[in-house]
Each structure stands twice: as structure tokens, then as C-alpha cells.
């Protein structure tokens, strides 16, 4: 009987041996990974809003050139036609530089 009760403890610290360190190891690694997925959404979002900066330069960009054409064409050839586009495009050149 003396030897049963032996076996019991020892079985026991072995069972809470093999039960609670892959459930600790479980919950720890659960909590890394909800960390990480966190991280990794918020960082996104940066992503998206350096994306959305970056098009809007690049739009900003495109304006800025037509304008430039246009203001040449009207200079060398000096014929009006070639400053329609570009008193078009002012004021959404404006617009975009308010934004």
C-alpha cells in the first residue's frame, strides 16, 4: 500500500509534468502570436497610408507636368490654344496643394 501511494505521487508529478508545460507553452505562444498579428495590422495601415501619400505625390506630379507643357507650348509657339489645358489644370493643381 505504502508503495502505491509512492507510485501515485510520482505518477501525478509526471502527468502535471506532461499536461501543464505544453499548455503553458501553448498559452505563451498564443499570446506571441496575438502580439505579432497585432504588430503586423498596425504596421500595415502605415503601409496603406504611405501608399496613399506617395499617390498623391505622384498625381500631384502628373498636374504639375501637364502644366509645364502647356506653358511651353504657349511660349514657343505663342498661340492661346496651348494655355487652355493648363488654365484647366490650375485649379486642380490647387486643389490637390490644399489636400
Known amino acids: ?6 507510485e501515485q505521487n510520482q505518477f501525478r508529478r509526471i ?3 506532461n499536461v ?3 499548455l503553458g507553452f501553448g498559452f505563451l505562444s498564443a499570446f506571441f502570436f496575438s502580439a505579432i498579428v497585432y504588430y503586423l495590422l498596425s504596421v500595415s495601415e502605415w503601409v496603406d497610408q ?4 506617395v499617390s ?3 498625381e ?3 498636374l504639375i507636368g501637364n502644366l509645364e507643357a502647356s506653358m511651353r507650348g504657349y511660349l514657343i509657339a ?3 490654344v496651348f494655355l487652355e489645358p493648363y488654365q484647366r489644370e490650375l485649379p486642380l493643381l490647387n486643389q490637390e496643394l490644399e489636400q
Do not use: Q, W
Not at 50 to 53: H, I, K, L, M, Y
Open 50 to 53: 504611405s501608399v496613399r501619400g
Open 1 to 6: 500500500m505504502g508503495d502505491s501511494f509512492i
Open 15 to 17: 502527468l502535471n509534468r
Open 78 to 80: 505663342g498661340d492661346d
Open 56 to 58: 498623391h505625390a505622384h
Open 20 to 22: 501543464a508545460v505544453p
Open 60 to 62: 500631384t506630379l502628373k
